[in-house]
């Protein structure tokens, strides 16, 4: 039973446009988001989080959006860059417990 | 200067044998971690531990055996390997372990078992 879900397993787009990726959870105790980064051969790296009492957090060119009503987090790359390209894995983890849900990834490919 | 680093990074072996992954952290963190990623591509997280002491111990087979001999340190042991052992194992560590910390993951150690 997957609490976090990311369905889209591909997605690709040009260079400088803008990349969304989706994650949904199912468990409404989790209040702390993450997304990690992740090339070939190595470990996922940390990218940017959200706390469940924000709807938005910026960090450069990656925003992360949360809408807890419908349990689904996104991340927005803009512009998207050839280096983006990566697998980028959402992650949740629920108040008082460092043990984190993640989901199977999306593979970006971003286009030169 | 790796901060998280395991080995090995391959691993190739038969059915039925034991075998050792060791992962080592040089940020101070107090508390580290062994994930499995599956066929499904889904990290799941096995065991953590915080200053040698286990704190988080899933639904795991007892076939494997973490050891923390140090807070700097933390070794998965695994018995009597099966087929569906295969899969990748990350290593991770948190500053200290509580909540709402990033995770730092070594590079990951793909087992094979043939």
């Known amino acids: 039973d997957q609490q976090v879900k990311q369905n889209s397993p591909s997605l690709s787009v040009q260079e400088g446009r803008i990349s969304i990726l989706n994650c949904d959870y199912t468990?409404?105790?989790?209040?702390?988001f993450l997304w990690y980064k992740k090339y070939p051969a190595e470990g996922p790296t940390f990218l940017i989080s959200?706390?469940?009492?924000?709807d938005k957090n910026e960090d450069g060119r990656f925003t992360v959006f949360l809408n807890k009503s419908a349990k689904h987090l996104s991340l927005h790359i803009v512009p998207s860059q050839p280096g983006d390209s990566a697998v980028y894995f959402c992650a949740a983890s629920v108040y008082n417990f460092n043990k984190f849900y993640f989901g199977s990834g999306t593979k970006l490919n971003v286009k030169p | 200067d790796t901060a998280v680093s395991q080995t090995p990074k391959y691993l190739v072996t038969q059915m039925g044998n034991d075998k050792s992954i060791k992962c080592e952290q040089n940020?101070?963190?107090?508390?580290m971690y062994w994930y499995k990623q599956d066929s499904k591509k889904f990290l799941k997280i096995m065991f953590s531990y915080n200053n040698k002491e286990l704190i988080i111990n899933e639904t795991v087979p007892n076939r494997f055996s973490p050891k923390s001999p140090d807070k700097a340190h933390l070794n998965l042991h695994i018995n009597s390997l099966e087929l569906g052992d295969s899969a990748v194992y990350f290593c991770?560590?948190?500053?200290?372990?509580?909540?709402?910390?990033?995770?730092?993951f070594g590079s990951g150690t793909q087992l094979s078992v043939l």
């Open positions: 468990n409404s105790m989790f209040d702390y």
């Open positions: 959200i706390s469940s009492i924000k």
């Open positions: 940020l101070g963190h107090d508390t």
């Open positions: 991770a560590s948190s500053r200290t372990g509580r909540t709402n910390e990033k995770l730092f």
